[in-house]
C-alpha cells in the first residue's frame, strides 16, 4: 500500500480514485510520464521560447487527455504547468507540493497540484493554471512586478510595505486582501521561504472585482540552500533577517496593514493549532527522511519565535 501523490491517501497503484477525480471526473486511471526527469528538463529546455511560462524553474506546459489517461506537453493552451526535478536542487518538486498543502490547511487560497510519475518513477510537481477558463479564454492577472514597474530583473528591488501600498491602491476590499497577504507572508515565514519577491504575487480580476490571487511558488527554499543568508525575500520594516513577532504583529499588520486586533489574534490562534497537523503532513509526504527532519526543525524553531 502506498499513498497517491495527488490525495496523499493510501492507494493500491500509482494514484488513488480521489486523486484522478480531483483532476477530472470521467479520468480512471493515469499513465506516468513517457518522459525521465532528464527528458523533462530536456524538453522544458527546447520548448522556453514557444511557451509562456518564465522563472528560474525547468517548466512545461501541458493539458490532460482524459480519453488516453495521459498528460500531454504543449507550447499553447495548456492547462497545467509541470515542474520536473532540478539536478542541482533535489526534491522540489515534492519540497513545492508540500509546502502547497501546508498552505491550503491554512486556509490559503492554492490552485489544484500534486505529484506525478514519470517513467523513471521520479516525481514531478503539477499545478492548474488559473490564469486560465477551461475553454482557453484567458483571465487576467498581473503580478506585483508588473504592477510596480518592475521586472524580473528588478523583482527584489521592493518591501512588503510596498506589496501593501499596491493592494491599497488596486483592489476591490483592500482591507481583505491585506488580511490575506498578512496570513500568506506569515506563513512564508514560518515554512523557511525567502523568495517571496514581487513576481510571487499577483492580482486577479474576477467578476468584477480585483482581488489577490491563488498562491503560487511557494517552498520551503530555507532547506534547499541549507544555508539561507535571508529570512524574506523583500524587507519588513527594513530588514530581510532577525525578524521578530514585533516585526510581524506590532509594525505589519497593525500599523502598516490595520488590522483589527481580532483579526490578528484569529489569524494567530489559527496558526498556532496548525503546528501539529503541519508535522503530521511532512511526516507522511514524499521528501526524503532527512529533508522531512530539516523542515519539522525549521518550522519549530519558526513558530517558537512567533509564539
Not at 95 to 102: F, K, P, Q, S
Amino acid at each position: 500500500m502506498t499513498l497517491c501523490p495527488i490525495s496523499y491517501e493510501p492507494c493500491t497503484g500509482l494514484y488513488s480514485e480521489k486523486g484522478l477525480k480531483l483532476l477530472s471526473k470521467s479520468l480512471s486511471g493515469l499513465y506516468p510520464l513517457p518522459f525521465s526527469s532528464v527528458e523533462l528538463r530536456q524538453e522544458a529546455s527546447s520548448r522556453a521560447g514557444k511557451i509562456s511560462i518564465q522563472g528560474v524553474q525547468p517548466k512545461l506546459s501541458a493539458r490532460l487527455n482524459v480519453k488516453n489517461q495521459c498528460f500531454d506537453l504543449v507550447d499553447k493552451n495548456g492547462h497545467y504547468i509541470l515542474k520536473p526535478q532540478i539536478s542541482d536542487y533535489p526534491n522540489v518538486p515534492e519540497n513545492e507540493d508540500l509546502t502547497m498543502r501546508l498552505a491550503a490547511s491554512a486556509g490559503i487560497s492554492v490552485p489544484l497540484h500534486g505529484l506525478l510519475y514519470g517513467r523513471d518513477n521520479e516525481l514531478t510537481y503539477f499545478i492548474r493554471r488559473f490564469d486560465r477558463t477551461l475553454k482557453n479564454q484567458k483571465i487576467h492577472v498581473e503580478d506585483f512586478a508588473q504592477l510596480s514597474g518592475k521586472n524580473r530583473d528588478t523583482k527584489y528591488n521592493s518591501s512588503m510595505e510596498q506589496v501593501a501600498k499596491i493592494i491599497e491602491k488596486f483592489c476591490t476590499f483592500p482591507a481583505i486582501e491585506k488580511a490575506k497577504l498578512f496570513k500568506i507572508m506569515l506563513f512564508c515565514f514560518l515554512t523557511g521561504n525567502e523568495d517571496m519577491h514581487l513576481k510571487n504575487f499577483s492580482l486577479i480580476q474576477h467578476n468584477g472585482m480585483t482581488a489577490l490571487s491563488p498562491s503560487y511558488d511557494l517552498l520551503n527554499t530555507s532547506i534547499i540552500l541549507l544555508s539561507p543568508d535571508e529570512e524574506l525575500a523583500l524587507p519588513l520594516n527594513g530588514k530581510k533577517n532577525k525578524l521578530k513577532k514585533h516585526d510581524f504583529m506590532d509594525y505589519f499588520a497593525k500599523e502598516k496593514l490595520m488590522l483589527t486586533d481580532k483579526v490578528i489574534d484569529t489569524l494567530m490562534s489559527n496558526f498556532k493549532t496548525l503546528q501539529n497537523k503541519w508535522e503530521q503532513w511532512i511526516n507522511i509526504s514524499f521528501l526524503p527522511f532527512e529533508k522531512k527532519q530539516a523542515y519539522k526543525e525549521l518550522l519549530q524553531s519558526r513558530c517558537s519565535r512567533i509564539f
